[in-house]
Structure formats: C-alpha cells, structure tokens
C-alpha cells in the first residue's frame, strides 16, 4: 500500500538534546512538508521542499532543520535552540511540485520533552 | 499573505442532525480551498477540495461544500451526522508557491 509512515509514533526527550524525527513515503511524490500541531492553532509550516536536495523554510523554522537526500525520505531534527519544542509533528507530501492538488498526510509523531 | 479563519471552536450537533462549519478566507487571487478531517492522535484526511469550475463541491462521507467568492467563505455541510463523524476539521487555503494555510480548526461532537 502506498502511503506516508512516521516514525516513531510517541517520542520522549530530555531538555537540550536534538532528536530526529522520520518520515518516508512510497507515493513517489515531489514535494514533502513538515507541519507542526499545537492545540487550537492549527497546523503551522516548519520546513517544505519541493524536489531532492532542496528545502524551504516555512513560518517557524527556528529551531528545526531538515535533508531531502532522497526522492522519499524528509527527516526532521528538532534541535536544542526550539524553545517548545512538545507539539504534535505531522508530515505530509504532494505529487507535483508545479501543479494545485492536495497534500496527503503521516499519521504524526507526538514529541514531549521532559 | 493568505490566512483562514474558523470561527467557531466546538460545535456539538446529535446524530441524524444536519452540520454546517464555517470557514472565511483571505486571499488575494483565486483560491485553492481544502477541508481535512482528523481524527484524535491521527494525521489529516482530505474530504474535498476546490479549485475552479461549480461552487458546490462533493467530497468522500457525505460531505459538500459551497465557495462563496463574495463572502470569501467555503462551509463544510453535511445533511445527516453520523457518530463517526466527530473529529476536528480543518479548512484550509492555498496559495500560488503550493504551501497551504490552515485555520484552527472546529471540533465537532455528536451526541446520540
């Protein structure tokens, strides 16, 4: 089945560290997102990138980096300089970087710094 | 920039009733508009999307919504709930570099 996993599914880290979170997809999509989920707010873009070796900062970056070295992986790392970084992480990617139609989504990983 | 607004938070509706979420957008040039659907600890389902054409728009679970260009709306309606429909919803618009923005969303409870 074609689709988008997220790895883990529940993630718990001490203050100061960076930890990575995973997300592959077997959609053979262009373009992968990475959001970020807090109650009420919505979901508010990190990082985005439209092709291999190429990514965007989205509106709140500070904090986070990501890769794309492959077509189907787009790791996120949630570094020690995110001030609140517990939040709800969503991955999403979509088929064609040019072109209008929807985003498909991960099933998320809940990150909660201890 | 574009921005999307939900105004209602919860909505409570019981099962068999009709339901109507509302969700006004801004944005300059001719919108790209989206509802998604979560479930609790879960990603986000598409239910329907506009791009152009008829104003009605069908989606996946009974759903429909209708673009409004002069209200700048597209409300989510659905003419019977069912319990399985209680989620939180998220109307979204997108803009020309293909980046979406989403409104806050609405939780909706059905109560039987």
């Known amino acids: 089945d074609g689709g988008i996993t997220q790895s883990p599914k529940y993630l718990f880290r001490k203050e100061g560290q960076n930890v990575t979170l995973s997300c592959e997809q077997n959609?053979?999509?262009?373009?992968m997102y990475w959001y970020r989920q807090d109650p009420g707010q919505g979901l508010r873009l990190i990082y985005y990138s439209q092709i291999v070796n190429d990514f965007q900062k989205g509106d709140i970056a500070e904090g986070y980096s990501v890769s794309r070295e492959k077509k189907e992986s787009f790791p996120l790392t949630v570094t020690s300089a995110q001030k609140n970084p517990t939040a709800f992480y969503l991955c999403?990617?979509?088929?064609?970087?040019?072109?209008?139609?929807?985003?498909?989504f991960g099933p998320g990983t809940r990150l909660t710094v201890l | 920039a574009q921005s999307v607004t939900q105004p209602d938070i919860h909505i409570t509706v019981s099962e068999g009733a009709s339901l109507e979420l509302r969700c006004n957008y801004s944005y300059g040039a001719t919108p790209y508009l989206f509802w998604y659907v979560q479930s609790p600890g879960q990603g986000l389902q598409l239910l329907l999307k506009?791009?152009?054409?008829?104003?009605l728009v069908q989606g996946i679970k009974g759903f429909e919504a209708e673009f409004k260009r002069s209200q700048s709306s597209f409300n989510l309606r659905k003419p019977s709930v069912h319990w399985s429909d209680a989620a939180e919803y998220f109307c979204a618009v997108g803009s020309n570099d293909y980046k979406l923005s989403f409104g806050a969303g609405t939780t909706v409870t059905v109560r039987a």
């Open positions: 959609l053979n999509h262009d373009a």
């Open positions: 506009y791009f152009s054409g008829d104003t």
């Open positions: 999403a990617s979509r088929s064609t970087p040019s072109s209008y139609n929807e985003q498909f």
